[in-house]
């Protein structure tokens, strides 16, 4: 085999990867273009540059991470040579309306949350934390435990009701605490 068919190879690999997920591309293109008629654009250029570097990318592992970085940033170029060509007034207006995009798709943090999770999870009885480990992270039902346990499932709906009420009120204190305009 040579480098070309390798690289053929790797542009065909590519484009049925694109063609699978193309839908999603279309989806972040609309989210991010800078009006809904240039989402296509967006989307082939996205196309374009993705089979240019195939070559260099390890399309074995979940793309759709990179092409929702790859369909942003064509997105944001765009945007850009397009308010280039505006008068100052709709630049400045332009300019704003993506500042306020970008704070709207900026993930919340919820990491204090989450740490206070973890402790209150680690606070709890042993009995307890077994009953939310099965339910939520072993992904078996009430009634399943509830066989498990010799009981019946309403009762351990109301125990985890219980627990989550304990765990909610334990992260609300020690959000509290932590928090510095308390």
Do not use: N
Request: glycine share 4%.
């Amino acid at each position: 085999m040579t480098a070309g068919d390798t690289m053929a190879s790797d542009v065909a690999k590519a484009a049925q990867l694109f063609l699978a997920h193309a839908g999603f591309v279309r989806g972040v293109a609309l989210r991010h273009a800078p009006y809904p008629g240039l989402a296509d654009d967006v989307a082939q250029q996205v196309l374009v540059e993705f089979l240019a570097r195939a070559g260099e990318r390890d399309l074995t592992t979940d793309v759709r991470p990179l092409l929702a970085a790859m369909t942003r940033t064509v997105a944001l170029r765009l945007w850009r040579e397009r308010t280039r060509e505006m008068p100052d007034v709709l630049r400045r207006l332009a300019e704003h309306v993506q500042r306020l995009a970008e704070q709207r798709d900026a993930e919340p943090e919820y990491d204090d949350e989450l740490a206070a999770l973890r402790r209150c999870l680690d606070r709890l009885p042993d009995k307890s934390r077994e009953l939310i480990d099965q339910y939520y992270f072993a992904d078996r039902s009430a009634a399943a435990i509830g066989e498990h346990l010799g009981t019946r499932a309403d009762t351990v709906c109301r125990a985890i009701s219980r627990v989550r009420e304990k765990l909610r009120d334990c992260i609300s204190r020690s959000l509290k605490r932590e928090s510095p305009d308390a």
